[in-house]
């Protein structure tokens, strides 16, 4: 793995939602729409929070939301072209930024070439071996399907073509400037099958890195036995909303001791916010709080993403229906307009927050010390790394809270003061000290 990813910071959109495509496929036969070339105009914002990498949802042809994928070398043409994905990549990359796609291997759509075999053919067609066909369905045989859903075809990851389709891909894309993967459902993947893809997409791009979708358990097992480089940090996500909101920071130091573990194994990809879950700005009950999750982000160790829109406090559900997403996947204006109120207040606070971590980039790599304080509303811990230190305060009550720090300390940022070592931070606020 390449050292730039620790000095990386994403800006993660979802493309079909941004550029207001259609719900579903276009037509055989209709031209593309450029639209993806609109996101050239929105990397000034990026780089002005200080974000360098643009984390890009599903671009490849689909039948709908982008996960359902009939063809991984086309560029959806509700999003234009491959020359227009091309036009994107040069302009990240002239503007040095890094750019991320999102692969999805664990399932394809029905429209895709290999199903549509099967579907016209019949189980006895060499397509068949691509997926698990077993049994009778309303096709005239069953599959397996990615957590029920109909539409979407598991793969036979034991089959050798469907490694080697993996390798294609991944490898195609690399060769025309893409620099990190995201993969898609990557905990219902045999991790034996990416130990066997990713080597081989390596041996021409040593410098990819690549995440893998994990929701729950032993992440530094699963980085270990798969060869991805991390995975999303779905622990970390759920405790900072919701010991925010239930103003119970036992829960977040324990995350917090955590996510220090798994951080000495690898850096995680730590985010508040995504395009599979209900906005933080919904999601917590004091609105106050989301300074001190925007902290938690900006301080941790590993590697963080800011979901679109999230810099400005937008409001979105998640919901358990069709279309239930749509809410935290709206579409953005063609052109960056200048924000007003709280979410001009949100994005300096991003934008202060991230310079921190532009300022000390040990961060990415950091320790976690055991909690100097803790209480149910107020947590101060260390990261240190080398000669560097950065406490971090957090206090969730109605009241100040004095916190007694290792080191004489002067204030980095945040709401509170520092007196040679006591420190008092402002009711719902957090503060970051360094040593004097």
């Known amino acids: 793995m390449s050292d730039w990813i620790r000095h990386a910071i994403w800006w993660q959109v979802y493309p079909l939602g941004f550029v207001g495509a259609e719900r579903t496929a276009l037509p055989d036969g209709e031209p593309g729409r450029p639209r993806l070339r609109q996101l050239e105009a929105w990397l000034p914002h990026l780089l002005e929070l200080g974000c360098n990498g643009l984390a890009l949802g599903p671009v ?12 991984h070398f086309r560029v959806d043409r509700r999003l234009g072209t491959e020359d227009d994905l091309r036009h994107v990549i040069a302009a990240c990359h002239d503007s040095g930024v890094k750019i991320l796609l999102d692969g999805v291997f664990n399932h394809v759509g029905r429209g895709h070439a290999r199903f549509r075999d099967l579907l016209e053919h019949g189980p006895q067609h060499p397509s068949a071996a691509w997926f698990h066909v077993d049994g009778d369905g309303p096709d005239g045989f069953g599959y397996r399907t990615f957590e029920g859903h109909g539409g979407l075809v598991t793969l036979d990851h034991g089959n050798p073509e469907v490694v080697d389709h993996v390798v294609e891909v991944l490898t195609t894309w690399c060769d025309r400037g893409v620099d990190a993967w995201r993969l ?7 991790p034996e099958f990416w130990r066997e893809v990713l080597p081989r997409v390596r041996e021409r791009h040593p410098d990819l890195w690549v995440v893998g979708e994990v929701i729950h358990g032993d992440y530094a097992d699963f980085v270990r036995r798969s060869a991805v480089d991390s995975v999303t940090q779905y622990e970390l996500w759920k405790a900072v909303w919701s ?13 917090v001791q955590r996510h220090g573990e798994f951080a000495r194994a690898f850096l995680p990809q ?5 395009h599979d879950v209900t906005r933080l700005a919904s999601r ?5 709080h989301i300074r001190l999750a925007v902290a938690l982000l900006c301080t ?5 993403t800011v979901y679109y829109g999230d810099e400005w406090a937008l409001r979105g ?9 749509d809410a935290v996947r709206p579409a953005f204006a063609a052109q960056p307009e200048r924000p007003e109120g709280e979410a001009a207040a949100t994005e300096e606070l991003h934008r202060r927050l991230i310079g921190v971590r532009r300022r000390n980039p040990w961060l990415a790599g950091a320790t976690i010390g055991e909690p100097d304080l803790l209480t149910n509303d107020v947590l101060a811990f260390a990261l240190t790394a080398g000669d560097e230190t950065l406490e971090v305060v957090l206090n969730v009550g109605d009241v100040p809270a004095d916190v007694q720090l290792p080191f004489e300390g002067r204030v980095e940022d945040g709401d509170g003061t520092v007196d040679d070592r006591n420190a008092r931070v402002e009711p719902h606020a957090y503060l970051l000290v360094r040593p004097r």
């Open 184 to 190: 898609d459902a990557a905990y219902a993947v045999p």
């Open 270 to 274: 730590t985010f508040v916010g995504n």
């Open 284 to 288: 917590l009950t004091d609105p106050r």
């Open 243 to 255: 010991s925010l909101n239930d103003r119970n920071l036992f829960e977040l130091a324990h995350a």
């Open 317 to 325: 559900v998640k919901e358990d229906r069709e279309g239930g997403d």
């Open 300 to 304: 941790l160790p590993g590697v963080p």
């Open 60 to 71: 490849f042809e689909s039948g709908t939301h982008g996960y359902d994928t009939v063809d």
